[in-house]
């Protein structure tokens, strides 16, 4: 499992993102508070507060994912 740190800055940023965790195999989640919502669901990012970075937690992580994010991570490493 890995958690990192994204800000999805546009709503083409929400929809490429989108589009990148149904890539991921498994489980993605979006925490904002005390909300979390499936990051692969159109919905459920749009309703969260995206004014502000957000944790992202893959469950089945694999190094490789790390460049389909690179677009969005505050910590860049």
């Given at each position: 499992?890995?958690?990192?740190?994204?800000?999805?800055?546009?709503?083409?940023?929400?929809?490429?993102?989108?589009?990148?965790?149904?890539?991921?195999?498994?489980?993605?989640?979006?925490?904002?508070?005390?909300?979390?919502?499936?990051?692969?669901?159109?919905?459920?990012?749009?309703?969260l507060?995206?004014?502000?970075?957000?944790?992202?937690?893959?469950?089945?992580?694999?190094?490789?994912?790390?460049?389909?994010?690179?677009?969005?991570?505050?910590e860049?490493?």
């Open positions: 499992m890995k958690i990192l740190t994204v800000y999805l800055r546009t709503l083409d940023d929400v929809w490429e993102f989108i589009e990148h965790m149904n890539e991921i195999e498994g489980e993605t989640t979006l925490f904002c508070g005390r909300y979390s919502v499936n990051a692969k669901s159109v919905v459920g990012v749009l309703s507060n995206l004014r502000e970075p957000v944790k992202l937690e893959i469950k089945n992580w694999k190094e490789e994912y790390r460049s389909l994010l690179e677009k969005y991570l505050i860049r490493r």
